[in-house]
């Protein structure tokens, strides 16, 4: 048997996603919609970006690294 776990998900206020919350993001389009994913995504503080990637990405730490950096070099 095997069990997987993560940290919760929070925005900057310490707010967790999911249903209990209210407000949860889908993945499925029928429960939030592309576009109000995008605006979400969007209107995230860049300060939570790197957080974020650091919890849903598949990308090695070394690419994380890369990205970050090219984000910051953008801002």
Do not use: C, H
């Amino acid at each position: 048997m095997f069990g997987l776990t993560i940290p919760l998900l929070v925005d900057s206020k310490g707010n967790k996603f999911g249903k209990s919350a209210g407000g949860a993001l889908w993945l499925d389009p029928a429960k939030t919609s592309p576009f109000a994913l995008y605006q979400y995504l969007l209107n995230t503080s860049d300060a939570e970006i790197e957080g974020f990637l650091e919890k849903t990405t598949f990308l090695s730490e070394e690419q994380l690294k890369q990205v970050m950096t090219e984000f910051k070099v953008q801002q």
